[in-house]
């Protein structure tokens, strides 16, 4: 199945969002504590962007949703110099978003399994012989054939 370009979009925030939390940490670790702040800073930076074009747009069509918490939590944690803690944070949404992608591409998966399976037509047993008919032709009362691992055609 393919993937939209919001889906593409999501998953490169959580890339950007992952590289620049590890990177930050690399070089947190190696004692260039300025340099690491800056990284997360440029990992956080296209996150939040890409969350306020989305806060923005659902406003407009007239939604409000918990999506402002996470751009205030980075914000104010990039304001306040916390840049690790922003970096976390929207790993945290990012992160969030592409599950919820995978969720939904699941559910769409199966749901197209279960309907390839829905009978298109029925065996109905009439005057001594079977005949293939359309379910939109059965009628309650009707004999209806169904073989071992057949999907019942109407309920």
Known sequence: MQKSGRDLLKTALLAIGLIGLATGIALGFSGRAAAADLV????????LAALVVEIVRSVLEGEI?????????MSAALLFGETLAAAVVAVMYSGGNFLEIFAEGRARREMHGLLARVPRS?????????EEVALDDIIPGDRLLIRQGDVVPVD
Not at 40 to 47: E, K, N, R, S, Y
Not at 65 to 73: F, K, N
Not at 122 to 130: I, M, S, W, Y
């Open 122 to 130: 029925a065996t109905r047993h009439r005057n001594g012989a079977l």
């Open 40 to 47: 997360w800073t440029i990992g956080v930076l296209p996150v």
């Open 65 to 73: 949703g918990l999506d402002i918490v996470a751009a205030l939590s």
